[in-house]
């Protein structure tokens, strides 16, 4: 079974019906709210018998509930508020983690933890410090999501499929994160070597600044290629797909850099983070990423001490 925590949100709810149509597992949501993850999954059962699906999903507000989980994906937190400081909405979003934590501790301690709450890299943090598990165990999905906003743009510019692209994004989720266009191929051809450095450096800038254009253009943030990337990599446990895919994982010792969160690639199995891989960088790229690395690092130590 794999459990969806915040099941009863936008993106929690979308992560419960991929999982269905890609035919994953059992889904449980859960939610705080009262009746609403109930409801949520009364309308996704209705669609079952339409996908030809045996699934079962349920929705709850006990956290009991998601015991026997083998993926606990959680999709819970705070947005934030006008005029509420970032500061403020890590600790609102630190304490939720907590007390996730705390849940899956007591009755899915042996689960894969996907974490999708913002700010990402602080959320991946808490989450693995409480659970106090390996950091194979607990992933950030924010990777897979940058990655593919990177595909996006830049297939627009050459005028073929996104999925055409292998694209890297490395560090911080964010403002902060690190495009590299020279290690996103196409059929092995770099993207700088696909397009002239104005585009190239288009595309980058609107990667960076794809989740603030959403939340402009709708009026709140993504929830569709969050909960494709967070089914997917769902998929890749459970089926032990030993897929190669960009996500948010403690680094110890790769790129030089120890106990903090960046995007970098990695191999997902039924083991979580089965593998790390380290891309080549040039001086410049290094010094690109390691500046990322640094804004997780004030991100980081701007935690209440509790969740360090």
Known sequence: MITVVGGGGKVGVTTGAFLLIRDVDDVMLIDIIKDKPQGEALDLGHMLSVISSSRRVTGSNDYKDMAGSDVVIITAGFPRKAGQTREELLAMNAKVMSEVSAAIKEY????KVLVLTNPLDAMVYVVYKKLGVSRNSVIGFSGILDSSRLSYYASQKLGISPASITPVVLGMHGENMFPVPRLSMVGGVPLSNLMPK???E???NRTVKAGAEVIKLRGYSSNWAPAAGLALMAEAIKKDQKKALIASVILQGEYGVNDVVAEVPIILGKEGVEKVLEVPLTGEEK???MKSIEAVRKLLASLPPEYR
């Open 108 to 111: 899915a301690p042996n689960a």
């Open 198 to 200: 104005e585009q190239v």
């Open 202 to 204: 288009e595309v980058v």
């Open 287 to 289: 010094e690109g990423f």
